[in-house]
């Protein structure tokens, strides 16, 4: 390949700090490639080049992309930050004796697991998935974006939040246990107290390198910025539009102030794209350019005008599934990519592609659809109609549809026994006659319900035994989201659809969830991905699709002040960027009018394109 004047000005940067600031697809990362060759080249040895990335999978990307771009002779070694400040703990363990325990290090040492445990502890109950994942986020990000938990408790989404802190972090202490977002505080600290072994590993590398710079967080930044001193062979590439990670505290502001610490600071442009068709580029910088907070870069196409950029609005989800499956068709698409905000929405798709047996890889191959509450409580409910009798399976969803049986009924239940059916149990109480009333006609109502194939009893259940109303209350008091749950009940009545009954709707789950989970990307095909996920990589055609209100830009409920909602609209914008510009050939944004038989609005991004297509297209 060869490499264009600017990509070789870049590449050819000696001693000192350098920032690069590029385009997508502008081949930073051949670029960045390219130059760590050559300093081998130049006699360099390649233990004393730190190439920096952003995740585990970009560092094997990178170890991909160097075998394939220069064969020959040993490759040097990509790692993550964590990686990183992972060894150096490692060089404190043997230097004084201390002791770290790593959690995720081993499979009983889990951070879902503590986490589980304090909310047991805190909260006398246990919590669901969405909780969980909602609090580890909020601590690692009060960890990354170096706050105070205290002033963060004021606006923390999880309940008693700095109880939860307080707790997590005095149980690591106790345990001298330390998660990933510690190694980043950790390092800095022992760097302080032992002066030698931060002289050791300055000494250990020559050259420091970071790809895809604008995804640091201060902290992380603080750590390469010390390694590289006094030396400060520093040399970062970023693309600032294309910083996703802003939720994990990754800030791609602290780039720009990087000539105020480094008076000899070289920057260095690629603005040409060979990745995207000239109608992609255009349309994504016009996206783009409608953030505030940015260096202004304009990309300049390398390829062709290529196909129009297609907005399509389909009736329904289905109509939307049948529409990617004709398009590949049609065009014989190969290497094809379909993104989304949210993971949920690859499972109605993923059943779509079952059923027409058309192969794909999912990249994140775990869902939690398979074990989410909504859908956990629609099959306990389903399956109780066929076994009115089991009382522990009752008591755990009684309170959560229509009906006004109280606690201390079902207690007298347990306490009694029931022989036969919970409800005949329940008549033979005592209760007052509105209860009474309202138990025979529940019995009434299960025993239709039994009578339903799939679809139409997760209808019943919603519809009939008011289910949807409890999560509706279930978010407004647990925070939970209420879109989402109301997606997987959607999603289960979609599945069941072509299942006759309990068993035969069980069986298709674990056919689907096999799928997800045993999917492997290949070298072409077609591939799955939320647009976070997609980061990084290229195809043929990218389909964006489910581009609704309810999905994208995905912005808090509660009102936040407009400074940091701005910050927020400008990251799902770049999200959205990031996903435009994965695509080489054609790209389609694709929304369904219809979800669940109601209508939804478009998303704002959907409109803004479509928008925009038409009038390049000079049709006002
Ligand atoms: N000088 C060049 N001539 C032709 N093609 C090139 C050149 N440099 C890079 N490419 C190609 O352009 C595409 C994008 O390159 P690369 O993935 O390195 O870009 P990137 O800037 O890291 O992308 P992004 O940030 O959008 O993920 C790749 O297919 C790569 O092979």
Request: glycine share 4%; with cysteine; aromatic share 10%.
């Amino acid at each position: 390949m060869k490499l264009t004047d600017e990509q070789l000005k870049a590449m050819g940067h000696g001693e000192g700090p350098a920032l690069v600031l590029a385009v997508p697809g502008s081949g930073k990362t051949t670029m960045l490639l390219s130059r760590t060759k050559r300093l081998m080249n130049e006699g360099v040895d390649r233990k004393k080049i730190l190439t920096i990335t952003f995740s585990k999978a970009s560092a094997r990307d990178l170890g991909l992309r160097y075998k394939n771009l220069f064969a020959e002779g040993p490759a040097p070694s990509f790692s993550t930050i964590h990686s990183f400040c992972y060894s150096v703990l490692k060089n404190d363990e043997r230097r004084r004796g201390t002791s770290y325990t790593l959690i995720e290090s081993n499979r009983a040492l889990s951070k879902w697991r503590i986490a589980t445990d304090l909310w047991k502890e805190i909260m006398h109950k246990s919590p669901n998935e969405e909780q969980v994942e909602t609090l580890l986020r909020e601590i690692s990000y009060v960890k990354n974006k170096v706050l105070d938990p205290k002033e963060y408790n004021k606006e923390a989404a999880t309940p008693l939040f700095l109880k939860f802190y307080t707790a997590y972090e005095g149980l690591k202490r106790d345990r001298q246990w330390i998660d990933f977002d510690d190694m980043i505080t950790l390092v800095p600290e022992i760097f302080k107290q032992d002066p030698g072994l931060l002289r050791a590993v300055r000494a250990t590398y020559d050259y420091i390198q970071v790809d895809e710079g604008q995804d640091t967080s201060k902290g992380q930044l603080a750590i390469i910025e010390a390694v590289a001193k006094p030396k400060n062979n520093l040399f970062i590439v970023a693309d600032d539009d294309q910083s996703i990670y802003g939720f994990r505290g990754a800030d791609f502001r602290e780039l720009l102030h990087l000539n105020e610490r480094y008076e000899n600071l070289s920057l260095y442009y690629l603005s040409r794209n060979f990745r995207s068709q000239e109608k992609i580029i255009s349309l994504s910088s016009a996206f783009i350019e409608q953030n505030k907070a940015r260096y202004q870069k304009t990309p300049v196409a390398v390829k062709g005008p290529g196909p129009e950029v297609r907005a399509v609005e389909l009736t329904n989800l289905d109509k939307q599934y049948a529409f990617i499956a004709s398009e590949i068709e049609k065009h014989e698409l190969k290497d094809v990519a379909v993104l989304y905000r949210n993971h949920v929405s690859s499972i109605g798709l993923v059943e779509f592609l079952e059923r027409e047996n058309i192969a794909f890889a999912a990249k994140e191959r775990k869902s939690r659809f398979f074990r989410h509450w909504v859908l956990q409580d629609l099959m306990t409910i389903y399956e109780f109609s066929q076994n009115p009798a089991d009382l522990a399976a009752f008591s755990t969803f009684y309170y959560k549809i229509r009906g006004y049986l109280s606690k201390k009924m079902i207690e007298a239940l347990e306490k009694k026994g029931v022989g036969g059916s919970v409800f005949d149990a329940l008549s033979d109480l005592k209760l007052p006659d509105y209860a009474a009333r309202d138990v025979r006609a529940l019995k009434r109502d299960f025993q239709h319900l039994k009578t339903l194939a799939p679809a139409e009893a997760f209808r019943f259940i919603q519809k009939d035994l008011e289910y949807e109303q409890y999560i509706a209350s279930h978010a407004a008091t647990f925070g939970s989201s209420k879109t989402t749950s109301m997606r997987i009940l959607y999603y289960a009545k979609y599945i069941a659809k072509n299942t006759d009954d309990y068993h035969s709707f069980i069986g298709r789950l674990k056919t689907l969830d096999r799928l997800m989970q045993g999917s492997r990307a290949g070298e072409k095909g077609l591939v799955l991905s939320t647009l976070h996920g997609a980061k990084g990589l290229e195809f043929d055609a990218v389909f964006i699709m489910d581009l609704n209100a309810d999905a994208i830009p995905s912005l808090p409920k509660t009102p936040v002040d407009p400074a940091e909602e701005m910050r927020l609209l400008e990251e799902e914008r770049r999200l959205f960027y990031v996903g435009m510009t994965r695509a080489k050939e054609r790209l389609y944004l694709l929304r369904p009018r219809h979800v669940d038989r109601e209508s939804v609005p478009p998303s704002e991004f959907f409109i803004w394109s479509k928008d925009a297509i038409v009038s390049a297209r000079g049709e006002h």
